[in-house]
């Protein structure tokens, strides 16, 4: 059998489980066609301005893939991750600690979703954006391709302290990172694979100083990472800069499962990485990954399916801008 039939074959196969997955985890009723008569061009105007924003800025892709991510784990695939405070005191979910000073790539969705107002004014929805976007960016940055189910409303409302508790956080634990993914009907193996969305993108270098100045309160560098590693660590994120930046992986650029690699070889930077090892499920994972990347590449997209699944819990309508709500149509 030929490179190609074997391709065939994988595409087949991705479109079939794409369906189930769809199905079994959509009541939204999300689907491929949703736009193909209100804005048939919608995903390649999407599209052409990812490619044009990463282009510009390689690392952007990292942040724009995780938005949906975020957007997804709070009130469900909604937008609200987009949207604005306009009362002092209300904060929204992007003033949360947990995204404050961390999420990016906020304008370039205004951008993206002003040239789909031009073209079809008052039909994309803000959260199908940001999945269209997620695959997208993923694709280009070395991720392959999957098929994005949408039909997804926008919300109205978005707080901050509803942040945490709904997304996993770097300190993490396995069973912690387990609960806080079952909570939007994610299992074990989901959480594992779309950890591997850490094949891209930056993190502050304060979010690893504990493992690296004062593990466990003993001023000393985690005795499971690795030395040689710990001492470069050591080199670009001196104590004094914890607002620094260090690669999530070893190929931040490209999107691959040297992720896992890197966690087999005592590289992981997160506590909540390097947690995936402390179950079988997550070695196994991670050698499979690394043994066979394609297998990765194939299941985060179906990971992203299901993710990108999760139901709003408060559907309320359609936003001209993706920052703010407007009354309602
Ligand atoms: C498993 C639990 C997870 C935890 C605890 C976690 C935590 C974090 C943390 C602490 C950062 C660095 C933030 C900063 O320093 O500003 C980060 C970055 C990132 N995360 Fe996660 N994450 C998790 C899962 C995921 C998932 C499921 C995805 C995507 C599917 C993802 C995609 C990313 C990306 C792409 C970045 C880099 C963003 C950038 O360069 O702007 N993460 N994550």
Redesign the pocket.
Known sequence: MDFRSIEVQRWMLAAILAVVVAAKFSEAQLTTDFYDSSCPQAASIVKQKVDAIVDADR??A??L??L??HDCFVRGCDGSVLLNSTDPNILTEKSAL?NN?????FEQIDEIKMELECACPGVVSCADILALV?RDATVKVGGWSWPVFLGRIDGAGSFADEVNGS????T?NFTK?VQ??AKVGLDAKD?II?????S?????C??FFERLYNFQGQNITDPSMDPEFAEMLKVQCPQTQPFG?MA?DATNGTFDSTYYLDLLTNKGL?E??VALLSDPLGVEYAIKAVQDPDTFLFE?GM??IK?GSIPSVDPYGWRSHCAFTEPKY
């Open positions: 690392g952007l990292a942040a893939m995780r949906h991510f947990l000073n961390s999420l990016r790539g997620a997304l996993p956080e770097r993490d990172l806080t993914f959480m779309l950890s591997g969305g850490h891209i993108g930056q993190v502050h304060g979010a930046f999530l997160l909540s990485d985060f990971a992203m993710m």
